[in-house]
């Protein structure tokens, strides 16, 4: 019987990571997509927090926006509004990009790698571009989660927006997926689902209505960095943005990474696969469900067993790997069972095991 192996064509390409498509699954130069966005009001980059391929994105993009002297503010859901006084010094140029770490409390705050956001402060330093935080406190998410508006204080009430606007219909039974992925949430229990809801609400709001107060004061165009979550469809914050400010003009872009292709997910799409640097040394990327070996550190175990650029890891421990959880999977196993991690690599072809050996424990903070 003969196999139908024609199925429809999302996307005209392989791309490499960092370059650009629009709707259709059509290569989208640069220069075009700077044009398109340069028309916006409002352009919201979504991201994957850990992904420094998405950050690299997000850092050309706001330099190609700002060529030639042409300004833009920069809208973070990394920082919360009540910091704002600190970002002004940052603005006033009276801070410097390394003191925001401390300054912001970088680390108890946000607690992602500031060092894959540094680039774009040096930017807005360098090209002296307004910077503002976007978030509310980031204790408010439990805070209504767990007491819903009504018992929160008329202090925190008065950090939240007044008016809440509800999420798209079509958004709610992704939203309801999510929820059940949290540990001790049951989608079947109505006021979880309801304070769920009003918590994405009040933060997609909350940020809308930031970045409508910052394209006023400012008087530029504004750029948000956010998750996707909050971009993507326009589902979040871009929602929110039409209602508070309709009569100006959105674009979305948004990372893909080499799955299912949605074109009505954005404007427009970069391609950066999933990704991590593992403590070997070596880099894995996910290309087309393969684990692909990116980049290899000379003086790290990786490289002293013998993995290489180029190699794929087929199977971990026994464990297909086709995502990079099946890697994390691995390694738990290979940690409850005490035994060598073995990676089964194809390296051009030629398929082999590898012992890697124990894996170190990690140690416990006291």
């Known amino acids: 019987m003969k196999k139908n192996i024609s199925s429809e064509m999302a996307v005209s390409f392989l791309p490499c990571p960092g ?45 190609g926006l700002t060529r030639g002297r042409n300004k833009v503010a920069i809208g973070l859901e990394m920082v919360t509004a009540d910091k704002q006084d600190i970002l002004n010094r940052f603005n006033l ?18 607690r992602y790698d500031f060092n894959m956001f540094r680039p774009v402060f040096e930017l807005a330093a360098a090209r002296r571009l307004t910077v503002a935080g976007l978030n509310f406190p980031f204790r408010l998410t439990k805070e209504v989660r767990d007491k819903g508006l009504e018992g929160l204080s008329a202090e925190d009430r008065a950090m939240l927006p007044e008016k ?25 229990d109505p006021v979880q689902v309801e304070r769920f809801f009003l918590v994405q609400s009040l933060w997609d709001t909350a940020m809308a209505e930031k970045a409508v107060n910052l394209r006023k004061s400012s008087g530029h165009p504004v750029i948000i960095l956010a998750g996707g979550g909050h971009v993507e469809h326009g589902w979040g914050i871009a929602r929110r943005l039409k209602v508070l400010d309709p009569q100006a003009g959105v674009t979305i872009i948004m990372p893909w990474r080499g799955d299912k292709f949605y074109p009505s997910a954005a404007d427009s799409f970069f391609y950066c696969p999933p990704s991590y640097e593992s403590r070997m040394g070596m880099t894995v990327e996910m290309r087309l469900g393969r684990a692909v070996i990116t980049a290899v550190k000379r003086d790290r175990k990786a490289y002293q067993k013998g993995i290489r650029p180029g190699d794929i890891i087929v199977k971990a421990q026994g464990i297909p790997v086709t995502s990079l959880s099946a890697m994390h999977m691995a390694g738990a196993k290979a940690h409850k069972e005490n035994s060598p991690l073995i ?18 424990r990690m140690k416990k903070e006291k």
């Open 164 to 188: 809440v606007i509800p999420p798209a219909p079509e958004q709610e039974e992704g939203l309801k997926e999510v929820l059940a992925m949290h540990t001790n949430r049951d989608t079947a």
């Open 93 to 110: 140029g009276q801070l410097s990009t390394d003191d925001l770490p401390g300054e912001l409390d970088w680390e108890n705050g946000w």
């Open 19 to 63: 370059e650009f498509l629009d709707p259709v699954g059509d290569r989208l130069p640069f220069d075009k997509l700077m044009s398109e966005a340069a028309k916006a009001d409002y352009v919201l980059i979504g991201e994957g927090h850990t992904s420094v391929c998405d950050h690299k994105v997000q850092f050309e993009i706001i330099e």
């Open 343 to 360: 990676f089964t690599m194809d390296r051009r072809g030629e398929v082999f095991d590898l012992d890697i050996g124990l894996l170190q």
